[in-house]
């Protein structure tokens, strides 16, 4: 991964550069060490407001060139909103609207930690620092050529003005491991499948064991001598042997049960048997979202030396349609020895996981499982692309889930779950079959994956609409979005982490 844009942190003293980056609020009000340092530049900002009709309304921008009074080419000023009502997504909605002013070329920015009625704390600097790294994420590396029109890389040294260097240093350390993980997800999501198929995929996840993390990689063999059929089942029309990869983080107590983390890794997902139209199917190359959640997720996790024990599960497959691909009517045998019909090969994200459910249930015995999964088009029929549907056995679970989607952006929306809807995918010739038809096609799934975990507390979030090809935002441009690495990672650090 590029890490073009470089962000550190200087004592608010310091003599600026390029381009300098002020805040203001709904009144055009600068803190007083911000019009300090602003000098004479300051008394131009309400001119330069009034000509461009800046209200200086949450994430506006004001861009002044080459202001009087101040030797800098530029002075933007970013609009706050009412200060009482910021939160920290805000936060990391200016930091991104502080990246998306670069230009392409080199570029060097001071950002002015200071809000309208206050110096900012080092945490919400290092909230600003954070939005800058997620918004500077770009894939490119398979671009030759720019085309007339297209920016070109930006080359800059960012740099955060504070009252304690120290203590914005020591607040954005482990933010950057988390986006560090985000950016990882974003990588994986955004390679072409020629590029990351199951070999390569559990390749790159085992890199992690330069971070501490112990990696266990399941080959068809192992994974036969298992017993898991639904995961085999799916991959076994493709030239790429499936794998399964268990990594593990120990930073908590020898005795405490981890926490856990499910990820569907579809590599390349045709529909099989079952096969998709062809309008739109280069996408599924991103049908492994949830397997890329889960090892940028582990990176963020050993990076910053989280202080729990923590599990992450990947099941890595090709859904591919040759002589040898699964058949609707065909019956497997999943591990847990529960057989399934086969009705549609295009409802296999959920034979892949339950598997790797079951294994997780059975082998690692943890606190509660989290799965991810790309795993319905019905979700984002049901949600959009703003939220992720969450099902949950636990409530306790489900009730964190969405305090900490609320807290970090990445939204889930609690969706139902009964035995209304389990009996839709009852079979007449196996214990259950793989889709229950098109009416309420994501819980039925979901309904599908709850019978493989073991009675283990356990929340889903299907993530189709929101881990790619989402709208962009402030901190995200790219078209793999990382979701979920933020999310879960706060889940661990407020609920399930040792305090110090």
């Not at 040898?324 to 034979?351: C, F, H, K, W, Y």
Request: aromatic share 6%; proline share 3%; net charge positive.
């Amino acid at each position: 991964m590029s890490d073009a844009v470089k962000v550190g942190f200087v004592p608010f003293s310091a003599s600026a550069r390029g381009i300098l980056v002020a805040f203001c609020d709904e009144q055009l009000k600068l803190g007083a060490a911000t019009r300090k340092a602003l000098g004479a530049a300051a008394d131009t900002v309400k001119r330069a407001a009034a000509a461009n009709q800046f209200k200086g309304k949450s994430g506006a921008a004001l861009d002044i060139l080459a202001p009087e009074g101040i030797k800098v080419d530029r002075l933007i000023v970013i609009g706050t909103g009412k200060a009482a009502d910021l939160k920290e997504k805000d936060l990391l909605k200016f930091g991104g609207v502080v990246a998306g002013k670069l230009n392409a070329g080199s570029a060097a920015m001071t950002v002015l930690a200071e809000l309208p009625d206050a110096a900012m704390t080092a945490a919400q600097a290092a909230t600003i620092a954070t939005g800058i790294r997620l918004r500077a994420y770009k894939f490119d590396r398979y671009k030759t050529k720019k085309k007339d029109g297209e920016d070109g890389a930006v080359r800059a040294d960012v740099s955060i003005a504070v009252d304690d260097v120290a203590a914005a240093k020591k607040a954005f350390a482990p933010e950057s491991s988390i986006v560090d993980g985000v950016n990882l997800a974003r990588e994986l999501v955004n390679e072409p499948p020629n590029v990351l198929y199951p070999e390569e995929f559990a390749r790159r996840a085992s890199q992690l064991r330069k971070l501490g993390v112990t990696v266990e990689v399941l080959d068809v063999k192992a994974m036969t001598k298992l017993g898991m059929g639904a995961l085999l089942g799916v991959g076994q029309g493709s030239v790429r042997p499936s794998r399964t990869v268990i990594m593990r983080w120990n930073g908590g107590k020898k005795s405490e049960a981890p926490v856990a983390f499910v990820g569907k890794g579809v590599c390349f997902d045709t529909g099989g048997i079952s096969i998709k139209s062809a309008g739109g199917m280069e996408d599924m190359k991103g049908d492994m979202g949830g397997a890329a959640c889960v090892v940028g997720l582990m990176h963020a996790l050993a990076a910053r030396k989280a202080r729990v024990n923590a599990v992450g599960a990947i099941g890595l497959v090709e859904n591919m349609p040759d002589g040898n691909a699964q058949r609707p009517g065909d019956i497997v045998t999943s591990m847990s020895g529960q057989t399934i019909e086969i009705i549609n090969t295009d409802a296999e994200g959920r034979l892949v996981l339950a598997d790797v459910l079951w294994y997780v249930a059975k082998k690692c015995k943890p606190k509660f499982m989290v799965d991810l999964a790309t795993l319905t088009g019905a979700i984002m029929v049901a949600l959009g692309t703003d939220h992720a549907g969450m099902f949950s056995n636990n409530d306790e679970l489900a009730e964190r889930l969405a305090k900490v989607g609320l807290e970090t952006g990445e939204k889930v929306w609690r969706m139902p779950l009964g035995p209304e809807y389990d009996k839709q995918i009852d079979s007449q010739f196996a214990d259950m079959k793989n889709t229950g038809g098109r009416n309420g096609g994501s819980i039925t799934a979901a309904q599908f994956l709850q019978r493989f975990v073991d009675g283990t507390p356990w929340a889903h979030l299907d993530i189709a609409g929101t881990a790619m090809g989402a709208p962009k935002t402030e901190i995200n441009q790219s078209w793999g979005s990382g979701y979920g690495v933020r999310l879960l990672e706060r889940l661990v650090s407020e609920y399930y982490e040792a305090k110090k």
